[in-house]
């Protein structure tokens, strides 16, 4: 069964940083666009960073433009995310995707009609 597996979260102060990594097995990430989505209590599912698997062009949510970095290593079968200057508002569980799409902004802002797979999820925190 293919598996997406995050890792990575945790808790962290306010103007941190972490990295989330997502890795991908019995499958070839390098065929797919992957992406950083993330769900906060009471609020709906949102991209965050999608990421071509073709010209790795990507797409950042406005919130998190200068702050966040998507990219991957296909020899590793891997996806980071590197959040820096992180804020409280950023608190919640991140979940990386995968979708066999060219176009990164339609994956992160459509993920219910592009996306293929899903991770299970790993929660950030950002508290003082």
């Known amino acids: 069964q293919l598996q997406l597996v995050e890792s990575g979260g945790g808790l962290v102060q306010p103007g941190g940083s972490l990295r989330l990594s997502c890795a991908a097995s019995?499958?070839?990430?390098?065929?797919?666009?992957i992406g950083w989505f993330r769900q906060a209590p009471g609020k709906e599912r949102e991209g965050v960073s999608c990421?071509?698997?073709?010209?790795?062009?990507?797409y950042y949510t406005d919130s998190v433009k200068g702050r966040f970095t998507i990219s991957r290593d296909n020899a590793k079968n891997t996806v980071y995310l590197q959040m820096n200057s992180l804020k409280p508002e950023d608190t919640a569980v991140y979940y990386c995707a995968v979708a066999r799409i060219s176009t990164v902004q339609y994956m992160c802002n459509m993920p219910r009609l592009s996306v293929n797979y899903w991770g299970q999820g790993t929660q950030v925190t950002v508290s003082p």
């Open positions: 019995r499958f070839t990430l390098g065929y797919y666009a």
């Open positions: 990421i071509s698997s073709s010209d790795g062009s990507t």
